[in-house]
T-cell receptor
Framework: DSGVTQTPKHLITATGQRVTLRCSPRSGDLSVYWYQQSLDQGLQFLIQYYNGEERAKGNILERFSAQQFPDLHSELNLSSLELGDSALYFC??????????????FGPGTRLTVL | AQKITQTQPGMFVQEKEAVTLDCTYDTSDQSYGLFWYKQPSSGEMIFLIYQGSYDEQNATEGRYSLNFQKARKSANLVISASQLGDSAMYFCAMRDIDRGSTLGRLYFGRGTQLTVWP
């Protein structure tokens, strides 16, 4: 158990809908990262928050947004869902802001299926 | 350009034997970190080992060691005394101290599926 929690574990929804994925980082970690894992693209970095502020942005679609709250938990919002958004979404956390050795610990993931 | 290359889609090893999973990386930075993660069939990503670009010694964590060859830009994972529970997908990842908006992100390879047989 990494100490990172994600809810829900599974999510099944229809195209055009909106969903929210939730992540609680390990105690003491200030950074939260979101990744998407699909067969086509592999593991892709979406976005990072550090102590409530956006720190780095990757291949995140405009239909997707995220935020980190004062208690450091984070939510990833996915809207206007398409079939291609079906994937495993991971949240990871780390102590610092992303230095070379700042190890990221991953949550169990949320499996999103868009029908 | 692909930052991390794992050329072995699948590897097989007999229980109690050692196995090496290959990883090469591409960066122009001097400071970077290399990581290996394990993903069992249950789906979670488990951190295994870390190597910093300035570390002179190869990293070791129990049965895992990282064969770091900086000049060749390779960071191979060595698993000694393989166990049935080692069967999983293994990912190599890198973080380089980039400029601009990508600080903090990990770049992942496509993974190597390791199967340990009795």
């Amino acid at each position: 158990d990494s100490g990172v929690t994600q809810t829900p574990k599974h999510l099944i929804t229809a195209t055009g809908q909106r969903v929210t994925l939730r992540c609680s980082p390990r105690s003491g970690d200030l950074s939260v990262y979101w990744y998407q894992q699909s067969l086509d693209q592999g593991l892709q970095f979406l976005i990072q928050y550090y102590n409530g502020e956006e720190r780095a942005k990757g291949n995140i679609l405009e239909r997707f947004s995220a935020q980190q709250f004062p208690d450091l938990h984070s939510e990833l919002n996915l809207s206007s869902l398409e079939l291609g958004d079906s994937a495993l979404y991971f949240c990871a956390s780390s102590v610092g802001g992303g230095g070379a050795g700042d190890t990221q610990y991953f949550g169990p993931g949320t499996r999103l299926t868009v029908l | 350009a692909q930052k991390i290359t794992q050329t072995q889609p699948g590897m097989f090893v007999q229980e109690k034997e050692a196995v090496t999973l290959d990883c090469t990386y591409d960066t122009s930075d001097q400071s970077y970190g290399l990581f290996w993660y394990k993903q069992p069939s249950s789906g979670e990503m488990i951190f295994l080992i870390y190597q910093g670009s300035y570390d002179e010694q190869n990293a070791t964590e129990g049965r895992y060691s990282l064969n770091f060859q900086k000049a060749r830009k390779s960071a191979n994972l060595v698993i000694s005394a393989s166990q049935l529970g080692d069967s999983a997908m293994y990912f190599c990842a890198m973080r380089d101290i980039d400029r601009g908006s990508t600080l903090g992100r990990l770049y992942f390879g496509r993974g190597t599926q390791l199967t340990v047989w009795p």
